[in-house]
C-alpha cells in the first residue's frame, strides 16, 4: 500500500526500484499493493543516457530496511529486474 512521507519517520527509507516511464510506475504501484507491501514513492530526477547524458525525472519507489527482501523478491517473482546491492546498502 502506497505510504505518505511521514510513514518513514523514524527510519532511513531503502530504495527499491526507479520507473522511469508512467505505465511502470503505476504497473509496480499495482504490484506492491497486491502483494501487501508498504512502500513510498516520489518523483526525482536521474541521469539517463548512454551517449548523451540527460536529467529525466523517474518515479522513485522507497521501502522501510525490514521489507527489503521481501520487497525484491515479489518484483524479481514479477520479471522485474533489479539491481545488485551490497549487504551494507
Known amino acids: 500500500m502506497k505510504r505518505d512521507p511521514e510513514w518513514f519517520e523514524g527510519c532511513e527509507p531503502e ?8 505505465r511502470d510506475a503505476t504497473q509496480l504501484e499495482a504490484v506492491l499493493t497486491e502483494a501487501g ?7 526525482d530526477e536521474y541521469q539517463g543516457g548512454v551517449i548523451f547524458r540527460r536529467t529525466r525525472i523517474g518515479a522513485f519507489f522507497y521501502v522501510r530496511p525490514e521489507v527489503r527482501e521481501a520487497a525484491r523478491a515479489v518484483l524479481r517473482e514479477k520479471g522485474y529486474r533489479l539491481p545488485a546491492i551490497s549487504a551494507g546498502s
Open 37 to 43: 507491501i508498504d512502500f513510498g514513492v516520489e518523483a
Open 15 to 22: 530504495l527499491l526500484y526507479i520507473a522511469k516511464k508512467l
